[in-house]
């Protein structure tokens, strides 16, 4: 999922922001629905692999997309900029957590965790803009986080152990939205510069699969054309989003975000078959509702700020 990217600012009259809906609702409804099917239609191959064909197919495709808007030079531009190198250093590792973790929990059959975690990014975004940029929590913030904290807690005592897997997602993802508002780089030229930095080492790990005979590309033509297929899964969610992002609100931006972490519950529960007893059942309860003193928040800060 890309929720914390830095968009330009959106264009609102009536018919751009009814694109840009479409584009918002198909882009995290392709995050929520499509996305998790992929990884579990092909989860035969390793999720180490999976994740090397995300940016060994995704990183071509970027270079196009660029191509196309004639936005190529956008990477040096973007690479020149004082401080932005260490950035993506540190963002190229937090996405690589995330998009690992998040294909563990298909394949694994633990995507209603993944949801959750999506659910919570928000709040750990507001959270680690308190702890790390020193912003003040609203007291409705402050109540969302708090009950979010309160979820956590059942859950964790519900099963016994800590939700790893919704810790992981949410705290990465919110880490990732934090380290690229200090780039000067778009969402597609950010991320074809992190495909790029993890190209060599993704390159290296599937001529290490290949010899070691654990590789499933190259095995037959479903799985071969599933695995190049990993970059226009991770791709088209982000030009949608992009496209989305240019032409709606930032809070409209953030209520649709969680039809994707909805999906993936729908999906984990309906189709996957995932169980999701009493003590599942209070905890994302109280997710919700932390979701919903959020969003409520997050409205009137808008309509207080004077925009129509």
Request: hydrophobic share 55%; charged share 10%.
């Amino acid at each position: 999922m890309k929720t914390a990217l830095n968009p330009t600012p959106p264009l609102v009259t009536p018919p751009t922001a009814s694109v840009g809906a479409l584009h918002g609702i198909a882009a995290y409804l392709w995050w929520g629905v499509l996305t998790p099917l992929y990884f579990r239609e092909f989860r035969e191959a390793s999720p180490w692999e999976l994740l090397a064909w995300r940016v060994l197919g995704g990183l071509p495709l970027l270079f196009l997309l660029l191509a196309v808007r004639g936005n190529l030079g956008s990477i040096r531009h973007a690479l020149s900029a004082r401080g932005t190198r260490r950035w993506l250093l540190l963002s190229t590792a937090v996405i690589t957590l995330n998009w690992f973790v998040f294909i563990l929990a298909v394949v694994t059959e633990r995507l209603t965790e993944a949801s959750l975690g999506y659910y919570i990014n928000p709040l750990v975004s507001v959270a680690l803009g308190m702890l790390v940029l020193g912003e003040k929590l609203r007291p409705l913030q402050a109540c969302a986080v708090a009950i979010a904290v309160g979820g956590v807690v059942v859950l964790t005592v519900s099963q016994g152990s800590l939700p790893w897997i919704s810790l992981v997602l949410a705290l990465s993802f919110g880490l990732y939205g934090l380290l690229r508002k200090r780039m000067a780089a778009g969402p597609a030229t950010g991320l074809t510069i992190e495909m790029l930095v993890l190209l060599p080492a993704m390159l290296a790990l599937e001529i290490w699969l290949i010899g070691g005979g654990s590789a499933d590309f190259g095995t037959e033509t479903r799985i071969s054309l599933g695995l190049a297929g990993g970059g226009i899964i991770t791709v088209i969610p982000l030009v949608l989003f992009a496209s989305a992002a240019r032409r709606l609100r930032l809070v409209t931006v953030g209520l649709l975000q969680y039809l994707a972490p909805t999906a993936q519950l729908a999906l984990a529960v309906l189709a996957f078959g995932e169980p999701f007893g009493t003590g599942r059942a209070i905890a994302f309860s109280l997710i919700w509702c932390a979701v919903a003193v959020y969003s409520i928040d997050a409205w009137r800060a808008h309509r207080g700020s004077g925009k129509s």
